[in-house]
Structure formats: C-alpha cells, structure tokens
C-alpha cells in the first residue's frame, strides 16, 4: 500500500513514546491503528458541493514504529468563506495540489484493513471518505473497524474541549494534522484511564448525542442545517425552519446548539452580539447568586437574575452559548 505524492504531502516518522497505549493496542490486535481526519469544503459530506481540502493521518504499526501522511486536496469546489475563516484553508491554496483521485485507493485499503480512529468521525470522516472514493469511481470503501473518539466515557462536545478537560492543547485546530495528534493524545489519556479493552467495546459505536425525539428527523434537520450554512454562511431563519418541520423554535435552536457544541458550526452562527457582550460583562456575578445547574428547569432562577437589566434579545439559547463559551 503506496501512500500517494504530491507538492504538499509530507511523510514523517514520529517517535512512539508518546503514544505508548496506542502502540501496545496496534501491537496486541496486530493490526496497523491509524487516527485520521479531514478538512472539507462543507460542514457536512451529505451535499453534493462537498470536497476534501487536507488529509492527515497517524499510522501506528504492530511492531512498535508510527508515521504520520498529510495533505492538501483539490477538492474541485469552492470552498465557502465560512469554511475558509474556520480553516485557514483557501481555494488558492488548493489549486494545483493532486485531487482526492489521488488517494482513493490508499484510504479505501486503510478503511478495510486498519483500525482506524477519529473524532465524530462517523458522521463526517467515514463518510466524507466513502462519498469522495465514489465520486472519483472507487466504489465499495468500508471503514471495517472503527473507533469514534467521541463515544467513549467521559468524552463529549468539541475536540478543542474534550481534549482541554484533560489538559491536551493545540496552537492549532481545524487543520487535518493538528487535529490527528490532539486526536490521538486525548486517546492515549483514555486508554492509560479506562484500558484497551474500554475501547474495544466502543469500537463501532457512535457519538453520544442526548436528548430525545425521532433521531433520524433530527438528522434531517441538521443536514439542512448545515447545507444553508455552508451555502449562504448564515443560519436558516430558524421560526420559518421550525414551522417547516413542525417543531418549535426553541427546538431549532436546539439543533444549532447541538451543532456549535459538536465543533461543526461556529457559536457565532447563533450568537447576537450585543446580548453576548452583556453576558460577558454579567453573567459571573448571576452565577454566583443564582447558579442551581444546566439541566432544564435548572436555569430559570439565573435567567430571572439576569433578565430584568438585559438587552433585548437574552432567552435560553443566548445563555446556554454564553455558558459553553465559559466552559
């Protein structure tokens, strides 16, 4: 299995200290283990305007080595200001880079044989693959044996605060290789917590995501979702988008907030900026009187504190935001 060339694909081979637990799973599966991720013109691979921009990928061998693979890709779109400002990544610096043709027959082969690894990767990384293999004519990938990072105990929200929590940092994030180690780190602090064979368990399995009601009409909403956002870099107008699918619009917001907390929509989609800047100023003094938890019900008694002396526009959603930007 030949990785594939081009003007911006580097190879290196990475010392196998610090990821010892990974190294000692590759070895006792024997099976190669490889975290992986991509970045993408969209937000979600459901829409026929998705492409990959940049591919990396950890490679952890049985017999104790690693190296790491990583790219840019022609995507052959355009890739959207929205995704540009979250990514770094420009259509300039695509162009003339190999498209994903190039690696269809390397990932198709690591799907099938390795353990692969990533983060809310089986709704975006997986299938972000298996669409772009057949788009350029590779029918068939699989991903056989897979890990979501984002299903195992104690791990929930976006990579940059799933990792945080654990004191694992990143100058960078939203670039494919940044993103593989943060990836692989927070895995390594799993394994020496919980042990290989947690993870075992958890192969296969996907993210959590809470809540209730029909999941696959919630899926549908948040396909739709993201589309918009990725079309026109704004939200859909969430009371006409909730009256569409009969669904109110506190429950809209839900979906958005579901979204910005997944890492896959930037809080700004949702945020208005004047209540933002006065939460910002307010809401740690309200915490201190009023604070009872987040759970529903739970924040009445701080929204009643915060409401009086607020600008128009706070409700549940505005606070929900301010406080996973908290932390």
């Known amino acids: ?10 190879s290196l081979l990475v010392e196998p200290d610090s990821i010892h637990h990974l190294s000692a799973w590759a070895a006792r599966r024997n099976q190669p283990v ?29 017999d104790g080595t690693a190296s790491t693979r990583s790219a840019l890709v022609n995507p052959e779109r355009n890739i959207p200001k929205a995704v540009r400002e979250l990514t770094g990544i420009t259509n300039e610096a695509v162009r003339g880079q190999p498209t994903w043709e190039a690696w269809t027959s390397y990932m198709h082969d690591v799907a ?3 353990l692969t ?9 997986c299938p972000g693959v298996v669409r772009q293999n057949a788009r350029y004519g590779h029918e068939g990938t699989e991903f056989v044996t897979h890990l979501d990072v984002a299903s195992l ?13 654990r004191g694992i940092v990143s100058e960078t994030y939203h670039r494919a290789l940044a993103d593989v180690w943060v990836t692989a780190r927070l895995l390594e ?21 809470g809540g209730s009601g029909n999941s696959s009409s919630r899926d549908v909403r948040r396909t739709e979702l993201l589309e918009h956002f990725t079309e026109h870099g704004s939200l859909p107008d ?7 699918h009969d669904i109110k619009r506190s429950t809209a917001e839900g979906d958005v907030v579901r979204l910005i907390d997944e890492g896959v929509l930037p809080s700004a989609a949702l945020e208005r900026a004047v209540v933002q800047d006065w ?13 009872r938890g987040e759970a529903d019900g739970r924040l009445k008694p701080l929204m009643e504190t915060l409401r009086p002396e607020a600008p128009e526009g706070l409700d549940y959603t505005q606070l929900r935001l301010a406080l996973m930007k908290r932390g």
């Open 112 to 114: 099938a044989g390795h």
């Open 279 to 291: 939460l910002a100023e307010h809401l740690e003094a309200a915490i201190l009187r009023e604070w």
């Open 238 to 244: 969430l009371a006409a988008f909730g009256e569409r």
């Open 1 to 10: 299995m030949t990785p594939p060339d081009g003007p911006q694909c580097e």
């Open 153 to 165: 105990p104690g791990v929930s929200g976006k990579l940059i605060d799933a990792a945080a929590e």
């Open 34 to 62: 490889t975290v992986f991720d991509l970045e993408a013109t969209t937000f979600t691979p459901a829409v026929k305007w998705f492409g990959i921009t940049e591919v990396a990928l950890l490679h952890i061998y049985p």
């Open 117 to 125: 690894v990533g983060y809310h990767s089986m709704g975006f990384d």
């Open 189 to 209: 602090s799993l394994a020496a917590e919980h042990g290989l064979g947690v993870l075992e368990e958890h192969i296969g399995r996907g993210p959590k995501r």
